[in-house]
């Protein structure tokens, strides 16, 4: 992680400026810690957050002026704001500091209820959905946090009940339940305390029907008026992330190529799944959008 976007910004002012942008908007040197880490303090959600949406918006800075149209978007989780971002919903100025208090509101909520989460891989929603009843029916909170893909879900809660819920999974016939290293069990109900915290951000902010219609992680509907954005970016803290849902009905609205946006390829990678035989280039990097205009 630590690197993201410096080459970009060397690239494509345009890129650059978004970088400085932030920092000035921030108060500190986000760009450095993203271009040298150290890698422990990048990754605390505080500072990881902010860098991703960083990112993704020097991006679209760079990638707008080559596209001729965008119909539709979408974002995971934190990049849902990024998304908002690129369909003018809300400034960049904003969302970063939207962004950057989100961070700081779910660590302390993982603190104040300290959770964990889980990927499940080889197990239907069906299965893993049924697996969380059952850890719940044992006084212990276990729900389903991200649908990323067929085979493919995240589940958050209570550390004991997320452990309980790894157990039974793999009897249930999942291939594989592994804990991830994260400082909370994000979209789950231990995220509540953050909620009116960003409620009362967001209310501050000036938000705008978006440009084009973007798929709430929510519901896995198209959003085109802002302040309906405004509260299921709210929702969205203890809600699970409908990613497999959202993919599947931009392709029902008519989406034809996707662009992932940021550092990484792992929502094209779901993509193989979720659209599959739909083109989806990963946008982050100066060969990358080399290889686009090859």
């Given at each position: 992680m630590v690197g993201m976007g410096r080459e970009l910004a060397l690239a494509f002012p345009q890129a650059a400026e978004v970088f400085e942008e932030a920092?000035?908007?921030?108060?500190?040197?986000?760009?450095?810690?993203?271009?040298?880490?150290?890698?422990?303090?990048?990754?605390?959600?505080?500072?990881?957050?902010?860098?991703?949406?960083?990112?993704?918006?020097?991006?679209?800075?760079?990638?707008?002026?080559?596209?001729?149209?965008?119909?539709?978007?979408?974002?995971?989780?934190?990049?849902?704001?990024?998304?908002?971002?690129?369909?003018?919903?809300?400034?960049?100025?904003?969302?970063?500091?939207?962004?950057?208090?989100?961070?700081?509101?779910?660590f302390a909520s993982g603190v104040q209820r300290p959770g964990t989460m889980?990927?499940?891989?080889?197990?239907?929603?069906?299965?893993?959905?049924?697996?969380?009843?059952?850890?719940?029916?044992?006084?212990?909170?276990?729900?389903?946090?991200?649908?990323?893909?067929?085979?493919?879900?995240?589940?958050?809660?209570?550390?004991?009940?997320?452990?309980?819920?790894?157990v039974l999974l793999k009897e249930a016939g999942a291939k594989k339940a592994v804990r991830l290293s994260v400082s909370g069990a994000f979209h789950s109900p231990l995220m509540e305390p953050a909620k009116e915290g960003l409620r009362e951000r967001l209310e501050k902010i000036k938000f705008s029907d978006p440009n084009h219609p973007v798929l709430s992680n929510v519901t896995a509907e198209p959003v085109s008026v802002g302040s309906q954005a405004r509260e299921l970016l709210v929702d969205q803290l203890t809600s699970p992330v409908q990613w497999r849902a959202s993919v599947e009905r931009m392709v029902e609205l008519g989406a034809e190529q996707f662009f992932e946006l940021g550092p990484g390829s792992v929502l094209c990678g779901l993509n193989k799944r979720n659209a599959k035989g739909f083109p989806c280039v990963s946008m982050g990097t100066p060969a990358d959008f080399d290889a686009l205009e090859g």
């Open positions: 920092d000035d908007v921030l108060g500190f040197h986000l760009s450095r810690l993203a271009w040298e880490g150290p890698e422990d303090e990048l990754v605390l959600t505080r500072n990881a957050q902010p860098a991703l949406l960083v990112h993704s918006t020097a991006v679209h800075r760079v990638l707008r002026e080559e596209l001729a149209s965008v119909s539709m978007a979408a974002g995971h989780s934190l990049g849902e704001f990024s998304a908002h971002v690129a369909a003018g919903t809300l400034s960049f100025r904003d969302a970063l500091e939207a962004v950057r208090v989100r961070g700081e509101l779910m889980a990927a499940v891989l080889g197990l239907d929603d069906q299965g893993v959905e049924e697996v969380c009843r059952a850890v719940e029916g044992e006084g212990m909170i276990c729900v389903p946090a991200n649908f990323n893909s067929r085979g493919q879900v995240v589940i958050s809660g209570e550390v004991e009940g997320v452990e309980r819920a790894m």
